[in-house]
Nanobody, 126 residues
Framework: QVQLVESGGALVQAGGSLRLSCVATGRTFTLYSMAWFRQAPRKEREFLAI????????YYADSVKGRFTASRDNARNTVYLQMNSLKPEDTAVYSC???????????????????WGQGTQVTVSS
């Protein structure tokens, strides 16, 4: 079992920045690839980024490429999402997720992840 807890969500003005954190407890952190998703009201859950167990590989959704950066600190069992140039359309609940590093299924499919945090709210005002 892995428990995930996100933090860092806030109300921010358009053009601003936030850094989200997700702390993992339970099983060995490096056994898992970690991903970030978001879900806005009345919208489907959206993949944002996945980072490999070592942090050596990161893949982003086109919608956030160049603005968001995912990273991880395995010594702290933490994954981060640095969000810059925020837009009102970035308003959503942001969640981190984990799946075994050997999983080769589509990484942008939320159904392939075994563990989820409770989410943290990000609101971007215009």
């Amino acid at each position: 079992q892995v428990q995930l807890v996100e933090s860092g969500g806030a109300l921010v003005q358009a053009g601003g920045s936030l850094r989200l954190s997700c702390v993992a407890t339970g099983r060995t952190f490096t056994l898992y690839s970690m991903a970030w998703f978001r879900q806005a009201p009345r919208k489907e859950r959206e993949f944002l980024a996945i980072i490999s167990w070592s942090g050596g590989y990161v893949y982003y959704a086109d919608s956030v490429k160049g603005r968001f950066t995912a990273s991880r600190d395995n010594a702290r069992n933490t994954v981060y999402l640095q969000m810059n140039s925020l837009k009102p359309e970035d308003t959503a609940v942001y969640s981190c997720a984990a799946r075994p590093k050997s999983d080769s299924r589509a990484y942008d499919n939320h159904l392939t992840y075994d563990y989820w945090g409770q989410g943290t709210q990000v609101t971007v005002s215009s």
